[in-house]
C-alpha cells in the first residue's frame, strides 16, 4: 500500500463566529493547491482512494485534488480524520481497505504525528506546510513503524 497524505491547502483565519471546521480555503490557498496538485501528477500514478476530514478546507482541497486527477468518483469524507486524529484511528480506517493508493487529506499536527507513528518508533519533527503531500510506502500490513517514508514535498518546491 501507498499512502499518501495531504494537508489541506491555505485557509482563512479563524473569525468568530465561524466556527474552525467551517474555514474555506482562501483564494491563494486554492491556487497553491492546483499548482501543487499538477505537480504531483508527475510522480504519484493515480489515487485510487481519496479520503478526508469533514472540515470545508479539507474537502475542498480534496475536491479540488480530485479533480486534476480526474477522479472524483473516488471521494470519501470520513468523520474520523478530522483535526485531532490519532495514528491508530487511521490505522484502523485503512486497515480493511484494498487499494494500492490512499490518499488522505487532513491536518496538522497530526500529519507529522502519523509520519512520525508510522516510520519510526520514535518521535521525527518536522515541517508539514499547507498543501504539501508525503508518502509511506508498506511493504504488508500498514501498522505502526512499518513504513517507509518516501518523500515529503511543501507546495512551495513547484
Known amino acids: 500500500m501507498n499512502l499518501y497524505l495531504i494537508r489541506h491547502s491555505i485557509?482563512?483565519?479563524?473569525?468568530?463566529?465561524?466556527?474552525?471546521?467551517?474555514?474555506?480555503?482562501?483564494?491563494?490557498?486554492?491556487?497553491?493547491?492546483?499548482?501543487?496538485?499538477n505537480h504531483w501528477k508527475k510522480i504519484v500514478p493515480a489515487f485510487d482512494l481519496i479520503l478526508y476530514s469533514p472540515y470545508l478546507r479539507a474537502e475542498q482541497s480534496a475536491r479540488i485534488i480530485a479533480e486534476i486527477f480526474r477522479n472524483e468518483d473516488k471521494l470519501l469524507k470520513e468523520n474520523n480524520i478530522a483535526a485531532g486524529c490519532s495514528t491508530g484511528t487511521l490505522i484502523d480506517i485503512l486497515s480493511n481497505n484494498?487499494?494500492?493508493?490512499?490518499?488522505?487529506?487532513?491536518?496538522?499536527?497530526?500529519?507529522?504525528?502519523?509520519?512520525?507513528?508510522?516510520?519510526?518508533?520514535?518521535?521525527?519533527?518536522?515541517?508539514?506546510?499547507?498543501?504539501?503531500?508525503?508518502?509511506?510506502?508498506?511493504?504488508?500490513?500498514?501498522?505502526?513503524?512499518?513504513?517507509?517514508?518516501?518523500?515529503?514535498?511543501?507546495?512551495?518546491?513547484?
Open 98 to 158: 484494498e487499494n494500492e493508493h490512499i490518499a488522505v487529506v487532513g491536518h496538522q499536527p497530526d500529519l507529522s504525528q502519523h509520519i512520525s507513528n508510522l516510520c519510526s518508533g520514535s518521535f521525527i519533527s518536522l515541517s508539514f506546510p499547507p498543501a504539501a503531500i508525503a508518502k509511506i510506502s508498506f511493504e504488508r500490513q500498514l501498522k505502526f513503524s512499518s513504513g517507509r517514508l518516501e518523500f515529503l514535498i511543501p507546495a512551495e518546491a513547484y
Open 11 to 37: 485557509s482563512e483565519k479563524i473569525i468568530p463566529p465561524k466556527k474552525d471546521f467551517e474555514r474555506e480555503l482562501t483564494k491563494e490557498g486554492i491556487e497553491l493547491i492546483y499548482k501543487a496538485a
